[in-house]
């Protein structure tokens, strides 16, 4: 495993400040499954025998995140957001992503970071591709390729919770607490209720928040 080093001022941000509205796994949150579902599947009826709606574009789900009261009911809405993310515009792409899943899931590292590289040459603007790819990176033990990966998902989708999480879970390791804090904090803003983070903050808040500037 290489030594992990500090992150420079530019490279945090580029990955914590990409271009674009700021609306937008030890490990990260649970990644959608292998298949990705119909849209019919996003807006659920409410009770049997109605009918379904349209199904809720990509903005109104992460209105509907952030204005979850529950961990249960914002983890629903996480969930679609998810299968969102886990579709590409390219079945070949989405064959490979389900290999280096699997891959990842059977320590193959090796494998599934190449894998990951044929799904970014095959779809390179597939943020979730970019993600999967800082998650395999991480686990080979190698977290500055995989904050160069971080930045580049959220480049292409700045809500990234799960991408932010990670950024911020590396930071801390390196001991860049006051980063760290601002990468959870950013994915507060988006998904307010997801518990890792905001256990990670609470246990940082005192220490960082603290400290003189």
């Known amino acids: 495993m290489m030594i992990a080093r500090p992150l420079s001022a530019a490279l945090l941000l580029a990955a914590l400040l990409p271009a674009g509205p700021a609306q937008a796994q030890s490990a990260p949150p649970q990644r959608p499954g292998a298949v990705a579902p119909a849209d019919k599947d996003d807006t659920p009826a409410a009770t049997p025998g109605t009918m379904r709606g349209p199904a809720a574009t990509l903005e109104k789900l992460f209105e509907r995140l952030a204005a979850a009261k529950t961990p249960e009911e914002a983890k629903g809405v ?25 891959a990842m899931k059977g320590k193959q590292l090796d494998l599934a970071i190449e894998l990951l590289d044929r799904v970014i040459s095959l779809e390179p603007d597939w943020a979730e591709a970019w993600n999967q790819r800082a998650n395999a990176l991480f686990l080979a033990g190698d977290p500055i390729r995989s904050m160069l990966d971080i930045g580049e998902a959220l480049k292409r989708e700045p809500r990234h919770y799960g991408a932010m999480m990670g950024l911020g879970t590396i930071l801390r390791q390196q001991g860049d607490d006051k980063r760290a804090m601002v990468a959870y904090r950013r994915a507060l803003e988006v998904y307010p209720q997801l ?5 990670a903050v609470d246990s940082l808040k005192i220490e960082v928040d603290g400290r003189d500037a």
């Open 195 to 199: 518990e890792a983070v905001r256990s």
């Open 78 to 102: 996480a969930n679609l957001i998810q299968r969102r993310w886990a579709r590409s515009n390219s079945p070949t792409a989405d064959l490979l992503m389900t290999r280096a899943q699997t």
